[in-house]
């Protein structure tokens, strides 16, 4: 067993990307960190190995997790832009005030128009 230094872990990034592409998998980024730092503590004549354990089955599934929520993020965020807008409007007060509100279209667009 190795040392995992900086170097060897850079080391252990190049071979891991060559696998990914010789094997037409992707790895997410928590697995890869993980497999980095594995390799980087084998030896220099050792292939890259993706080891059958608990410790990478579930950096798999952390990946699977974070790629869920980030489309689930990305769909809300869409949805969002989609039901908000700006629109500008002046206050009147003791001095006249100019400012951008957001307002929700569905609900806001009748009450706003009475006015």
């Known amino acids: 067993m190795e040392r995992a230094t ?14 990914e592409v010789v094997n037409a998998v992707s790895f997410g980024p928590i697995t ?11 030896p220099d004549s050792a292939p890259i190995a993706v080891p059958d354990d ?3 089955t579930q950096a798999m599934e952390l990946d699977n997790q974070r ?9 809300m965020l869409q949805i969002e832009c989609r039901a908000y807008r700006w629109r ?3 206050l009147f007060s003791s001095t006249s005030i100019k400012c951008t509100i957001q307002k929700i279209l569905p609900s806001l667009q009748p009450r706003l128009n009475k006015h």
């Open 67 to 75: 790629e869920h929520a980030s489309s689930t993020w990305s769909r």
């Open 54 to 56: 608990n410790t990478t």
């Open 88 to 90: 500008q409007c002046r």
């Open 6 to 19: 900086a170097g060897r872990i850079e080391r252990a990034r190049v071979q891991h990307m060559a696998y």
């Open 32 to 42: 890869v960190h993980h497999l980095d730092i594995v390799n980087a503590g084998r």
